[in-house]
């Protein structure tokens, strides 16, 4: 017995449905582009005022086109400012404060995990409540302190308050805690003492958490500006 042959048109409309433009990714790709030359028209403007003079700049309506004293107006910017200067100054401040909030956040959340001592889980809650006092809330004691010792318009004065960081010991502790302690065991029994065991295993097993916490510290200690403004009262820092 023959079969009855389906209708021509059912093939039609599936070709027909697979034709169809699906205008949510051109829409969607749209809008991105959209919101990001709305966001890097601002810089982009800044730019071109940059490299324009300042009878160029002036100019109704404004020229959004770069202009040729880029050069010009860099390097006068550049050495009013003292730049140079500057830039040390912040390198030596962000390089020392997170280097400092590593070095202590380590130590303090090694002592925390693997020494047993009366109070420490006080001792360590004590340190997470400091996240309650920023700098601002202390900073006119801490300016009385530094001045006391002498560490005004030094680099000592400029990282050395700014150098605990209860934050850093939460999350190394956190870490500490997951290292099995049959590491510590293995590491008593072969006559490594706490220094050692602090060098040679944890250490290695920290550098992914050191790296994530020094790009976040790096960038904390450059962009930070009240202090600074309050400790210094010159271009140039001397030791103290």
Known sequence: MATIAQPATVGVSAVRRRRRIDWHAPIAHAILVASVVLLAFPLYYAFVISTQTLSQVTTMPPKPWPSTAMLANYAEAWQRAQ????????????????????????????????FDFRGKHLVFWMIFVTLMLPVPVRI?????????????????????????SATGTFLFRQFFRTIPDSLAEAAQLDGAGPMRFLWTILLPLSKANMAALFVILFV?????????????????????
């Open 140 to 164: 006119v004691s801490t300016y009385q302190v530094m001045s006391v010792l002498g560490w005004v318009n030094t680099y000592w004065g400029l990282t050395v308050p700014l150098m605990a």
């Open 220 to 240: 904390y200690g450059w962009n930070d500006y009240l202090w600074p403004l309050m400790i210094t009262t010159r271009r140039t820092c001397a030791r103290p």
């Open 83 to 114: 730049m140079g200067r500057m830039l040390v100054n912040s390198a030596i401040v962000a390089l020392g404060v997170a280097v400092g909030k590593i070095a202590i956040s380590l130590l303090s959340a090694f002592a925390i995990v693997y």
